[in-house]
Nanobody, 127 residues
Framework: QVQLVESGGGLVQTGESLRLSCAAS????????MAWFRRAPEKEREFVAA????????YYRDSVKGRFTISRDKAKSAMFLEMNSLRPEDTAVYFC????????????????????WGQGTQVTVSS
């Protein structure tokens, strides 16, 4: 089972940037489709961005397109989320998710598609 640990969250002002990291602990990272989800206060967890196992395909929710970039580093067994032009509505706990994928180029956007989850990292954007 893949263990996932997020880091990089914090308190920033509107318009600033943060880079989240997700470290995976096992060799199967290279065969796992991965994603970021977030849960804002008093809201359900929602999809943010996904990346295929080979890193070639990425997909974003509309509200973060052009501001967030998802990536992964095979050598480090890590996934990242570069967040620019942050807004107060981006305030949430951000979760890393991973699941074994039979295709190197598939990505998934539903919570139920993912087997493994991290504990989350808090991102707070002040206005």
């Amino acid at each position: 089972q893949v263990q996932l640990v997020e880091s990089g969250g914090g308190l920033v002002q509107t318009g600033e940037s943060l880079r989240l990291s997700c470290a995976a602990s096992v060799r199967t990272f290279t065969n796992a489709a991965m994603a970021w989800f977030r849960r804002a206060p008093e809201k359900e967890r929602e999809f943010v961005a996904a990346i295929s196992a080979n890193g070639a395909v990425a997909y974003y929710r509309d509200s973060v397109k052009g501001r967030f970039t998802i990536s992964r580093d095979k050598a480090k067994s890590a996934m990242f989320l570069e967040m620019n032009s942050l807004r107060p509505e981006d305030t949430a706990v951000y979760f890393c998710a991973a699941t074994p994928s039979s295709s190197a180029t598939w990505y998934y956007t539903r919570e139920n598609d993912y087997r493994d989850w991290g504990q989350g990292t808090q991102v707070t954007v002040s206005s």
